[in-house]
């Protein structure tokens, strides 16, 4: 369903050309001459669109470096005069948000852990109201697509028209590659509801580790995102937060200079006839799909008539295993993704456990 923000075009508050938003800067700010150098050293890729640095850091366990402190405001101020570049900041209090602009931060971002709290949001947007800023919310820690429209509908109704969101991941219990999962399939839920809220992927988070970052900033970049926030140190190995996904100016410059920037849309009329046949196909592909699996649930119910009437339980693991087993093997040399495939068959599964449960409560018709 689709849903309705009062929010203006990115490009009509931040200029970059044809090429998308880029955000880098030091995960922390630690001392003035580190935020400074970071800051020339950005600004002189001609890369760069916007510096960043964490001024309060929330961490999980007391005792860590938990940011600077207001102080490092003063530092990205002065990096801002010296380059020329707009400074952005994470906010987590009506503090932090007054003390930021203050300052003259020009972007202020919710992290993850904020956005989990409708509490702590409506602060912000409460300290919000009556101010021309643009504000960027990250994902929820946790994958809860609610809690993140949620947030971005707490801002923008405290008058936040320059707003965007924030693919940082989510948290998994699953161990993976990723630090955070993409878990792309939600982001691109958020941008079917609001087509016209600009997603920033932040690879940093997602990857936790400098290696992964250029396969995930592309991957980001084909799903028409707007653009990328990532984290950059003059030396990551002895920054103070997250070295391991830091990378140097250097090596921001040569990862978006690697990357392929998309278009949502061609001009070109033979290319989108060529994709309307395309599509024309698909759709009668997906029609038969759906015919499919209409006449596949009308066998279901029969079986679960079959099963009622003879005192059957509706579910028989050796059969379900049986079916995944199978049907992973064909998708397989077919080459279809096995993990598609064993999702695609839950839902099917699902839904025809779902039909025979209301079939197991009905009488059958001769004792109606």
């Known amino acids: 369903m689709k849903q309705t923000l009062d929010i203006v075009p990115l490009k009509s508050w931040i200029d970059t050309g044809d090429l998308p938003l880029v955000i880098a800067g030091p995960c922390s700010a630690e001392t003035e001459e580190q935020v400074l150098a970071t800051a020339h050293l950005l600004a002189n890729t001609g890369k760069v669109n916007v510096l960043r640095a964490g001024i309060w850091k929330p961490r999980t366990r007391p005792g860590e470096f938990e940011g600077i402190g207001s102080v490092g405001l003063q530092w990205l101020r002065k990096a801002k005069e010296e380059t020329g570049l707009p400074i952005t900041t994470e906010v987590a209090t009506a503090k932090h948000v007054e003390e930021a602009l203050a300052a003259g931060v020009d972007i202020l971002w919710i992290g993850a852990r904020s956005t989990a709290n409708p509490f702590t949001v409506q602060e912000i947007a409460d300290a919000l109201k009556g101010v021309d800023v643009p504000v960027l919310i990250k994902n929820p820690v946790n994958p809860d697509l609610s809690l993140w429209l949620g947030a971005l509908e707490r801002v923008n109704r405290a008058g936040i028209k320059k707003l965007g969101a924030i693919h940082r991941g989510f948290s998994s219990y699953e161990k993976t590659a990723f630090r955070n999962e993409p878990m792309w399939d939600l982001a691109i839920q958020l941008k079917t509801m609001v087509p016209d809220l600009p997603v920033i992927n932040d690879p940093s988070h997602i990857c936790g580790n400098r290696e992964l970052i250029p396969y995930i900033a592309q991957k980001a970049l084909d799903m028409d995102m707007q653009g990328l926030i990532i984290e950059s140190h003059i030396d990551p190995s002895v920054a103070w937060t997250d070295a391991k996904q830091q990378v140097t100016p250097q090596a921001l410059a040569e990862i978006i200079t690697n990357l392929v920037a998309r278009h949502a849309e061609s001009n070109d009329p033979v290319f989108e006839d060529k994709l309307a046949g395309f599509r024309k196909d698909i759709d009668k592909l997906d029609d038969q799909i ?29 059969r379900w295993d049986e079916i995944i087993q199978k049907r992973s093997n064909v998708a397989q040399a077919l080459k279809l993704d096995k993990e598609f495939t064993v999702k695609m068959l839950e839902l099917i599964h699902n839904e025809s456990i779902r039909k025979q449960n209301e079939i197991m409560n009905t009488k059958p018709v001769a004792e109606a």
């Open 290 to 318: 759906i015919k499919i699996l209409s006449d596949r649930m009308k066998i279901v119910e029969k079986i679960g008539e079959y099963k009622r009437d003879n005192n059957v339980t509706i579910l028989q693991v050796s």
